[in-house]
């Protein structure tokens, strides 16, 4: 599979503890995204890497997400300390870089609740 | 306001009809826009892609935008069942709509 890979699947957490999520984006491409989707609502963009560098973080990105891309390959992102709130799924993304254009593979998410 | 905005729906469309799905959004500069088609439990994945004023056509699907109203949009022509999902317009690669909620009736 040359998807984009995502793991853990499933994830359920009690509030306060730390999880950490892993993407692996398709090979060729050097740019990855991370996203949250509520119920009933478009992705929201949290963050994205081009190869290591972390370009851009949404105001929704708080001091108790952080996210990572060692080597311009997988990623991972960590919520510290988690809510209720942060009961979402979190999609990973990337694309070519082609500054705003080309197109997006998704992953097929990690969802997270939190008890 | 959001900064892009679709109707929730869900719009429903008899099967073989034209289904149209509407967007505006408010950044004047943005230059990319792009339909993703999510169906129920699964990821997004890109329909359409338009940066330029007009139409752009794509076997049973037109997307049309025009960057003056700042409103972009998807048609469906000769709708299927497996036409019914929701539909998100983004702008660029980071904003995204609320999505519009598809279904195709038999």
């Known amino acids: 599979d040359t998807g984009v890979s995502q793991d853990p699947r499933h994830k359920i957490t009690k509030r306060g503890q730390n999880v950490t999520f892993r993407c692996d984006p398709i090979s060729e491409h050097n740019r990855l995204y991370w996203y949250r989707q509520t119920l009933g609502q478009g992705p929201e963009f949290l963050t994205y890497f081009q190869n290591e560098a972390q370009l851009e973080k949404s105001r929704l990105l708080s001091d108790r997400f952080s996210a990572e891309r060692p080597k311009g390959s997988f990623s991972t992102l960590e919520i510290q300390r988690t809510e209720q709130g942060d009961s979402a799924m979190y999609l990973c993304a990337s694309s070519r870089d082609r500054g705003n254009t080309g197109e997006l593979f998704f992953g097929e998410g990690s969802r997270l609740t939190v008890l | 306001q959001k900064e892009v905005e679709q109707n929730s729906g869900p719009l429903s469309v008899p099967e073989g009809a034209i289904a149209s799905l509407n967007c505006t959004y408010s950044?004047?500069?943005?230059?990319?826009f792009f339909w993703y088609r999510q169906y129920s439990g699964k990821s997004p994945e890109l329909i359409m892609s338009i940066y330029s004023n007009g139409d752009k056509e794509d076997g049973r699907f037109t997307a049309q935008l025009n960057k003056a109203s700042q409103y972009v949009s998807l048609l469906i022509r000769d709708s299927q069942p497996s036409d019914s999902a929701t539909y998100l317009c983004a702008v660029s690669k980071i904003i995204f709509g609320s999505g519009t909620r598809l279904s195709i009736r038999p």
């Open positions: 950044d004047r500069v943005s230059q990319s």
